[in-house]
C-alpha cells in the first residue's frame, strides 16, 4: 500500500544500514508468519518497523503489512503497482488498512492502563463535589453561572421550540447558543422536566472531562511517538488544578464545552501536522484529523464570545508552519492542503448558524473565514518565496508583514466586525477591573508571582514548561510540525494566561501533554524508563523501556512492583499539590449550605404565601445570587441588578430609599450573610442593622421598617419587604417614644424595638414590618397582617376626622379625633402649617381613609402663597377632597379648589354636580372653607359665611381615598393648609 512504500522509503533513506535486514526479513516472511526471535534485527530496529506500520501484528505473531511495497522500495522499481496503489501523480489513495490493523491488534495492556487513568480523571471530577450536588431530592450545581444555563435549559425543555424560534437571549452575540443548544438537545434524549436537565448538567462536564483525557492522549501519542506519555499526559491533566474543578460534577459553566472544543482543535491540527504522506493519499488520520480541526474551529466560534479568541494559535501556527516548509524544501501548498481545507469546511460549518439561526452574530460567524484567508494568504506568500528561493527568515518577516496588511484591510472593511472587537475589548477591559478571580493574571501578586501559577496549575506547570520550552527548542533544528502546533497552542494561552486566569484553563490542557513529556523524561532520569526519542526524522519513535524488558511501541508491559511504587511515588510528588488544589478549589465552588438552606426556606415561605415571580425576587451577593433565584422561582438568567446594586445596598444607610428601590424592581426577599470582620462595618450601614441588629433599634442606630425577617441560620439571614404597618400613639411632646414586640424566627424569638420622638402635638408614628402585639408605653395595639401587606395605619377609626397640622415634624398628619392619619408626600412642616409647592399632598389611602358617601361636612384653613399668579399660572389647584382629578364638570365625589383665584366647592358623580363658586380667596390670608352637603343641598362656606348654595340630587361616590393639598390624581395647590375637619353629617 502506498503509505506502507512511503513509510518504508523515509525509513531507509534515514536507516539505510537496515536495507539488508530488510531483505532477509522479506524471505522470513516468504515463509509465513513470524516471532521477534526469528528476524536478525533487534528490539529498537524492529520497534521502528511497528512504529511505522511496516509490521502488523496477529495472532501473536507478525507479518509485513504490504511485502509488495516493501520489495518495490528495496529493488528501487517506483512504477511497480503494489496492492491497492494507485498512480500519485494523478489520484488520490484511501488507506483504511492501518485502522482494521490497530484494532485488530490493540494491546491489552495499554488499553487497561488508558481506561485507568481515565477512572482517575473521574476520580478527580466527582470526589470532592458528589454529596454537594446531589442534596436528597436536589441537584444543586456548582458555582453561580451554571444557573444560566440551567434556566434556558429549563426554558428550552419546557418550550421545545425550534431552532428558528429560539430566544435571541440564548443565539445573541454575547450568549453560548452552541453549548446550550447541544445539552438540551441531550436532554430531550433522556426524556423531558427539569429533572432531567439538572442531571444532564450534572454530569455534563464530568463525560466531558473523560472526554477531553481520551483526546490528550491521542494528541500527546500522535505528537510523540509514545503512549507512555499519552498516559503520563493524562495523568497530569487528571490534577492539573483549574482543569479539574472547571469540569467537576455539577459545575456546568461553558468551560468544559470549551476543553472539549479546544481539544478536539488541537487533536484535529496535530494529526494534519503529522501525516506526511502526499497530500493526495486519503488516510484514516488525515480524515479524522480534517473532520475534528472543521468541527472544533466551527464550534469554539459558538459557544462561548470569547471563543474567536481560541482559534488564534491556529495564525501563529501557520505563520510559522510555512516558514518551516519554506526551510525544509517543501512546498507549502501541498504540504498543509488538507489545513487549509478544514479551514475552509470550518468557514461554512460557523456561517450555516449565523444564517440560518441568526446565531453568535456576524462577527463571530465569519472569523473562520478570516483564518482561511489569512493562511491562504501566508501559504501564497510561501509558494512564491520557494520558488524564487527566499530564505526562511525573510518568508517569516513577509508573512507578518502580509498578515497586518490582511488584518488592515479586514479592520477597515468591515465596521460591524470592528465594533465587535472594541465591544469585546472593551468587556475584557472592564472585566478586569472587577476584581474577579478569573480577571487576575497567571502572576498575579494578589497571590505571589511564583505560587500563583502553582495554585491553579500545580506542580506540574515546572514539569509541563521545561517540556514546552524544551520542545519549543527542538523545532528550532527538527522538523516536527505536529511539535509546532502543540508549541504555538502552548505558548499562545501561556500569554493569554498572563494577561486573564481565565485563559489557564485552555493552557492547562496543553502543558499536561508538556507535562506528561516532562514526567515521562523524569522517570527516566531515575532509570525507571527509557527517555523518549525526540531525535531523528519525525517517522522515527522511541522504545517503551522499563527497567529490565525492552518493548517495542506501541506495545506496552507492566514494569515490576518496586518500579511501580516508585512512580507513584514521584507522581504523588510532582501531581499531589495539583490534587489537593484540585480538592480545595472544587470546594470553593460548592454551594454553601447556608446558601442552598436559605434559598429553600426562602422558597417555602414563597410558596406558603403564594408568592410568585417577579414579586418572589431575591436580592443578595451577587455571587450566589443565581442559586437563590433558581431554587426560588427558577428565573436564574441574570445576576446583574445585584451585582450593580447589592454592596451599595449593604454600605447604605438609607433603609427608605433602597425599600422604594427594591420595591420598584420588583424585589420579594433579601439575604444577607456576616462579614469577615464586623468590627470594621459601620453600625449605621444596612449590613449591620439587618445583620446584628435583625432590623431593630439600638442606642445609636435606628430600627427598619420594611425588612420582616422570615428565615436564618448560621450564616444567612432573609428578611421579605413588605410596606410595613403604622402604629400611632401619643405622648409627652418631645420625648423618645419606645414600640416593642417579638417575632419567631425557626424555633428561636428575637425582640424587634423601634424609638421614636413625640412632635411637638405629642403624637408619634413608625412603620413596622411585623405583626402581633406591639407595647407603646404603658399602653398596646395590635398590627394586623393585612395592615402590614397593605402599608395602612394600624389605628381603629371613627367617624369623623380632626387634622390640626400641628405636629411641625414627621411625615404623618394626624388625625386627632377619628384615626384617620394621612402620610404627607413631599409637604413641608411651617411654624403655621404644612407648605404646598403644587407637587405635594396628604394622602389618606385605603380602607381607612375618609370618604363619607352621604351628607358630611369638609372644613380647610388655608392660605395662598404671595407672588403667585392664580388667575393664570395656578389656575385650578385642588385644596382638599376625594374625587380624582378631573375637569369640575366630571368631578366624581367632592372636593374644595380654587378656580382662577376663587373659592369653589363641588359634589358630584361623574356626570351631574352640584357646583359654587365662591369670592377671590388669592389674598395671601388666612381662610377657612367649608363645604356642606346636606340633603340635596350643596352650599359653600367662606370665614363662617355662606357665600353660595346649589340643588344636587345625585349620589356621591365613595372613593377609596382622600387627600389634602391636592387630589388624588393631581391639581396641586400653592400655598398653606394649617387645619383641616371632615365629619359625615353637617
Not at 502506498?2 to 535486514?21: I, M, Q
Not at 501536522?273 to 488525515?286: C, G, L, Q, Y
Not at 448560621?714 to 414600640?739: F, I, M, N, S, W
Not at 385644596?879 to 364638570?889: D, L, M, N, Q, V
Request: one cysteine or more; a negative charge.
Amino acid at each position: 500500500m502506498t503509505d506502507v512504500r512511503s513509510a518504508t522509503a523515509d525509513l531507509l533513506e534515514d536507516r539505510p544500514d537496515l536495507e539488508d535486514d530488510l531483505r532477509a526479513l522479506l524471505d522470513v516472511d516468504d515463509d509465513g508468519p513470524w516471532e521477534f526471535d526469528d528476524i536478525p534485527l533487534d528490539s529498537g530496529e524492529f520497534g521502528e518497523l511497528v512504529a511505522a506500520d511496516i509490521v502488523e501484528k496477529a495472532d501473536g505473531q507478525y507479518r509485513l503489512r504490504n511485502r509488495a511495497a516493501v520489495r518495490a522500495v528495496l529493488d528501487g522499481d517506483e512504477d511497480e503497482i503494489v496492492e491497492n496503489d494507485t498512480d500519485e501523480a494523478s489520484s488520490v489513495s484511501i488507506d483504511l488498512s492501518r485502522s482494521r490493523t490497530r484494532l485488530a491488534n490493540a494491546d491489552r495492556v495499554l488499553l487497561g492502563a488508558l481506561v485507568g487513568t481515565l477512572a482517575f480523571v473521574v476520580v478527580m471530577r466527582i470526589a470532592f463535589s458528589w454529596n454537594a450536588v446531589f442534596r436528597g431530592e436536589h441537584i444543586v450545581l456548582l458555582g453561580n453561572d451554571p444557573y444560566f444555563y440551567r434556566f434556558w435549559l429549563d426554558q428550552l425543555v419546557q418550550l421545545d421550540p425550534s431552532l428558528e424560534s429560539i430566544p435571541g437571549s440564548v443565539t445573541g452575540q454575547g450568549d453560548e447558543a452552541l453549548m446550550i443548544v447541544t445539552l438540551w438537545k441531550v436532554a430531550t434524549l433522556f426524556g423531558d422536566g427539569t429533572a432531567v436537565v439538572g442531571q444532564i448538567l450534572a454530569w455534563y462536564p464530568v463525560v466531558a472531562a473523560v472526554l477531553v483525557g481520551a483526546l490528550v492522549y491521542k494528541t500527546a501519542v500522535v505528537a510523540f511517538d509514545d503512549p507512555r506519555v499519552g498516559l503520563a499526559s493524562v495523568a497530569i491533566y487528571a490534577v492539573t488544578p483549574i482543569v479539574a474543578y472547571r469540569s467537576a460534577l455539577g459545575y456546568s459553566d461553558h468551560h468544559a464545552f470549551d476543553y472539549l472544543l479546544l481539544a478536539v482543535t488541537v487533536l484535529g491540527v496535530v494529526c494534519l501536522a503529522r501525516d506526511r504522506s502526499d497530500w493526495r493519499t486519503v488516510t484514516p488520520r488525515r480524515l479524522s484529523g480534517a473532520a475534528a480541526l472543521s468541527l472544533g474551529i466551527a464550534g469554539q466560534v459558538h459557544a462561548w464570545r470569547g471563543g474567536p479568541l481560541l482559534v488564534l494559535p491556529l495564525a501563529f501556527y501557520i505563520t510559522a508552519r510555512v516558514a518551516t516548509d519554506v526551510r525544509a524544501g517543501r512546498s507549502p501548498l501541498e504540504a498543509n492542503a488538507w489545513f487549509l481545507g478544514s479551514l475552509g469546511v470550518s468557514a461554512v460549518l460557523s456561517a450555516v448558524p449565523y444564517t440560518l439561526y441568526d446565531w453568535s452574530g456576524f462577527a463571530r460567524s465569519i472569523i473562520p473565514a478570516l483564518l482561511c484567508g489569512g493562511a491562504l494568504t501566508v501559504v501564497g506568500i510561501g509558494v512564491l518565496a520557494r520558488r524564487r528561493d527566499i530564505d526562511a527568515r525573510r518568508v517569516l518577516a513577509a508573512e507578518i508583514g502580509g498578515g497586518l496588511l490582511i488584518a488592515a484591510v479586514v479592520w477597515f472593511g468591515l465596521p460591524g466586525l470592528r465594533e465587535t472587537v472594541r465591544n469585546g475589548v472593551a468587556f475584557f477591559v472592564r472585566f478586569s477591573q472587577t476584581g474577579v478571580i478569573e480577571a487576575y493574571s497567571l502572576f498575579s501578586p494578589e497571590y505571589g508571582v511564583i505560587t500563583t501559577p502553582l495554585f491553579y496549575l500545580g506542580f506540574t506547570f515546572v514539569l509541563g514548561m521545561a517540556g514546552l520550552a524544551g520542545v519549543t527548542y527542538s523545532i528550532g533544528y527538527e522538523d516536527r510540525p505536529a511539535w509546532l502546533a502543540l508549541v504555538a497552542y502552548g505558548w499562545t494561552f501561556f500569554a493569554a494566561s498572563v494577561v486573564q486566569l481565565r485563559f489557564a484553563g485552555q493552557f492547562g490542557i496543553v502543558l499536561a501533554i508538556f507535562g506528561g513529556l516532562g514526567f515521562v523524561y523524569l522517570l527516566a532520569a531515575v532509570d525507571l524508563l527509557s527517555a523518549p526519542q525526540l531525535t531523528g526524522s519525525a517517522e522515527e519513535t522511541g522504545r517503551a523501556q522499563f527497567r529490565g524488558e525492552t518493548i517495542a511501541v506501541p506495545s506496552l508491559s507492566l514494569p515490576e512492583r518496586r518500579a511501580v511504587v516508585t512512580i507513584v511515588a514521584l507522581f504523588l510528588l510532582v501531581g499531589g499539590f495539583g490534587g489537593l488544589q484540585t480538592a480545595s478549589g472544587t470546594q470553593d465552588l460548592v454551594t454553601e449550605d447556608a446558601t442552598f438552606e436559605a434559598s429553600i426556606g426562602i422558597d417555602e415561605h414563597a410558596a406558603a404565601t403564594n408568592t410568585t415571580w417577579p414579586e418572589n425576587y431575591v436580592f443578595s451577593e451577587w455571587g450566589s445570587n443565581r442559586v437563590y433565584n433558581y431554587h426560588v422561582s427558577g428565573h436564574s438568567r441574570s445576576y446583574g441588578y445585584a451585582e450593580q446594586n447589592y454592596e451599595a445596598f449593604r454600605r447604605s444607610t438609607e433603609s427608605e430609599q433602597w425599600y422604594e428601590e427594591l420595591s420598584a424592581k420588583p424585589t420579594g426577599y433579601v439575604v444577607v450573610g456576616p462579614t469577615e470582620s464586623e468590627t470594621d462595618v459601620p453600625s449605621e450601614v444596612m449590613q449591620s442593622r439587618l445583620w446584628a441588629n435583625w432590623g431593630s433599634a439600638t442606642a445609636d442606630v435606628s430600627g427598619v421598617s420594611h425588612y420582616r425577617a422570615i428565615y436564618a441560620n448560621e450564616e444567612r439571614k432573609v428578611y421579605e419587604l413588605v410596606p410595613g404597618a403604622t402604629v400611632v400613639g401619643h405622648g409627652t411632646p418631645g420625648e423618645t417614644q419606645t414600640v416593642r414586640t417579638t417575632f419567631d424566627v425557626g424555633e428561636e424569638s428575637h425582640t424587634y424595638e423601634r424609638r421614636v420622638t413625640a412632635t411637638a402635638n405629642g403624637w408619634y408614628a413608625v412603620q413596622v414590618p411585623y405583626n402581633g402585639t406591639y407595647t407603646l408605653g404603658s399602653g398596646q395595639t395590635d398590627v394586623s397582617e393585612d395592615a402590614v401587606q397593605s402599608g395602612s395605619f394600624a389605628s381603629p377609626v371613627g367617624e369623623r376626622a380632626h387634622w390640626p397640622l400641628n405636629a411641625s415634624s414627621g411625615d404623618v398628619a394626624f388625625d386627632v379625633r377619628g384615626g384617620h392619619h394621612g402620610r404627607i408626600q413631599g409637604a413641608t412642616w411651617t411654624d403655621s402649617g404644612l407648605s404646598f409647592d403644587g407637587d405635594d399632598s396628604v394622602r389618606f389611602a385605603g380602607e381607612q381613609s375618609f370618604t363619607p358617601a352621604g351628607d358630611f361636612t369638609l372644613s380647610v384653613t388655608f392660605r395662598t402663597q404671595e407672588g403667585v399668579d392664580y388667575v393664570d399660572d395656578v389656575q385650578y389647584p385642588r385644596i382638599a377632597g376625594t374625587a380624582p382629578s378631573s375637569p369640575f364638570r366630571n368631578t366624581s365625589g367632592f372636593q374644595v379648589a380654587l378656580s382662577q383665584g376663587h373659592l369653589v366647592g363641588i359634589v358630584g358623580n361623574g356626570e351631574r354636580v352640584g357646583r359654587v363658586t365662591g369670592p377671590r380667596v388669592d389674598d395671601g390670608a388666612w381662610h377657612t372653607a367649608k363645604l356642606v352637603r346636606e340633603g340635596t343641598a350643596v352650599r359653600l362656606y367662606l370665614d363662617g359665611r355662606l357665600v353660595g348654595e346649589d340643588q344636587y340630587d345625585g349620589s356621591v361616590p365613595r372613593q377609596s381615598s382622600f387627600a389634602i393639598g391636592s387630589l388624588p390624581g393631581g391639581g396641586g395647590f400653592t400655598g398653606e393648609i394649617r387645619n383641616a375637619t371632615a365629619v359625615p353629617s353637617a
